[in-house]
C-alpha cells in the first residue's frame, strides 16, 4: 500500500459538476439511472443539467443493498431516481461528450406479439428495454400498427427474446 501511494496520483476533479451515465435499470418501480461523478458534487432535490427533473435519491450499491446519501462527491459511482431522460453513454453538466459508437444495428426484425396481445403494451415495455441498451433500435410503424426492432444480429435476438419473458412474462416471435 505504501508503493500505491507513493507512486499513484490521485485524481483531481474539476469543481464544476460533471458525470457520465453508464446504465440505465428498473428496481421495484424506480428507473435508476447509474452515473460516475467526474466533478464537482451532486445533491438530492437538485435538477441534473440538461434535464428538468429532480433527483429524487442518491443511492450507493454495495451487492444487491444500497444506503442513500444526501451528497456524491466526485469520483462516487451511484445510482440516482427520478430522471427519466438519460441514456447510457450521456455526458452530464461539464463531462465532455463522449465517441459516438463505432457499431450500428443493423438487421431489422417485425415484432410478433401473441395472439391477442396487445400491441401498445408491447411497444411501451421494448422502448424500456430499448432504454437500458444503446444497440436496440425500436421502431413504431404507425400506418401498419407494427413494431420493427434493429439489433446486431441472431444472438442479440435470442437473448431479447428470453429478457421479454422473464421481464414482462410476454412471449414474442420475431417475423422478416
Not at 431522460?85 to 452530464?92: C, E, F, K, Q
Not at 395472439?115 to 430499448?130: K, N
Amino acid at each position: 500500500l505504501e508503493g500505491l501511494d507513493r507512486y499513484a496520483q490521485a485524481p483531481v476533479w474539476p469543481a464544476a459538476f460533471a458525470a457520465r451515465v453508464f446504465k440505465i435499470a428498473r428496481e421495484g418501480g424506480d428507473r435508476l439511472t447509474y452515473l460516475k461523478i467526474t466533478g464537482g458534487a451532486l445533491r438530492v432535490r437538485e435538477v441534473l443539467p440538461g434535464g428538468t427533473e429532480k433527483v429524487n435519491q442518491i443511492r450507493l450499491y454495495s451487492g444487491t443493498r444500497y444506503r442513500t446519501l444526501d451528497r456524491a462527491e466526485a469520483g462516487t459511482v451511484c445510482a440516482v431516481t427520478g430522471i427519466s431522460w438519460t441514456r447510457p453513454g450521456d455526458a452530464l453538466g461539464a463531462e465532455p461528450a463522449g465517441l459516438a459508437p463505432s457499431l450500428e444495428p443493423v438487421l431489422t426484425y417485425q415484432v410478433l406479439p401473441p395472439a391477442g396481445g396487445d400491441v401498445h403494451t408491447q411497444l411501451q415495455h421494448l422502448r424500456q428495454l430499448e432504454e437500458e441498451d444503446p444497440q436496440l433500435r425500436v421502431l413504431w410503424n404507425e400506418g401498419a400498427g407494427e413494431i420493427h426492432i434493429q439489433l446486431m444480429g441472431e444472438i442479440q435476438l435470442e437473448v431479447m427474446s428470453r429478457l421479454i419473458l422473464e421481464r414482462f412474462g410476454t412471449e414474442v416471435s420475431f417475423g422478416e
